[in-house]
């Protein structure tokens, strides 16, 4: 497999990205890098980016271009990239892709499939501690109510009711999709069915990468 690998990870909201993302990092050894778990940094500590992204979100709307580009070109500056990155869900639109181009050459675009009937059932059934930011499903909690890491209390992030996540989706279709041509027409473009056991899609991406 080739070193030093710089690699986008996308799809639809629910379809995996960030399971993948952690699994493929740390078989890499290099740093996975999401733009969701910085916003949501900045909404935990009230920062005046966080505020105007949690009204943002709230909505089932896509952060800024500029405010995206800013923190992933801010994290790509530290030494833990040298040796290349996951970009988690990043970028999100065709203008944030064209820009992105511009500043950094990746080396293979990863696209998790998954049907919509399938990312509705994840997404509204994911439930979130509120002590320690854990993230699970009601699918797994076989009818308990508290985190299973720290019995902590669980609740449904905004964006994660059904009306947003229908929203979000929505936003996805539209706003999202396009930058799957702009990376096809790269050749950089590599569709995963992120619809099979986790493990099994872990094998796609690293059958994938092993013919760059």
């Known amino acids: 497999m080739k070193k030093n690998l710089k690699i986008v990870l996308t799809g639809a909201p629910g379809a995996g990205k960030g399971t993948q993302a ?19 940094f900045h909404i935990r500590n009230q920062t005046p980016l966080g ?15 500029n405010d995206v580009l800013a923190i ?11 040796n290349g990155f996951i970009l988690d869900g990043f ?31 994840r997404l509204t059934g994911r439930r979130t501690c509120k002590s ?5 499903h009601l699918s797994s909690l076989n009818g308990k109510t508290d985190c299973p890491v720290c019995n902590g209390e669980l609740y449904i992030r905004d964006d994660d009711k059904v009306e947003t996540v229908q929203k979000r989706l ?18 950089l473009l590599v569709n995963i069915d992120g619809d099979q056991l986790p493990k099994n899609v872990l094998q796609d991406i690293e059958q994938a990468l092993n013919k760059l």
């Open 22 to 40: 952690s699994r493929l990092a740390a078989m890499l050894n290099i740093p996975q890098i999401s733009t969701g778990d910085i916003f949501r």
């Open 91 to 121: 970028p999100r639109t065709l203008g944030q892709a064209q820009a992105f181009d511009k500043i950094c050459k990746i080396d293979c675009v990863i696209n998790l499939t998954v049907s919509e009937e399938k990312l509705l059932c």
């Open 170 to 187: 929505s936003v996805y279709t539209i706003q999202t999709k396009p930058i799957l041509e702009f990376y096809e027409n790269k050749g």
């Open 132 to 136: 320690c930011g854990n993230i699970c």
């Open 51 to 65: 505020i105007k992204i949690k009204a943002i979100l709230d909505e089932g709307k896509l952060a800024p271009d």
């Open 72 to 82: 992933v070109k801010d994290r790509l500056s530290l030494t833990d990239c040298n």
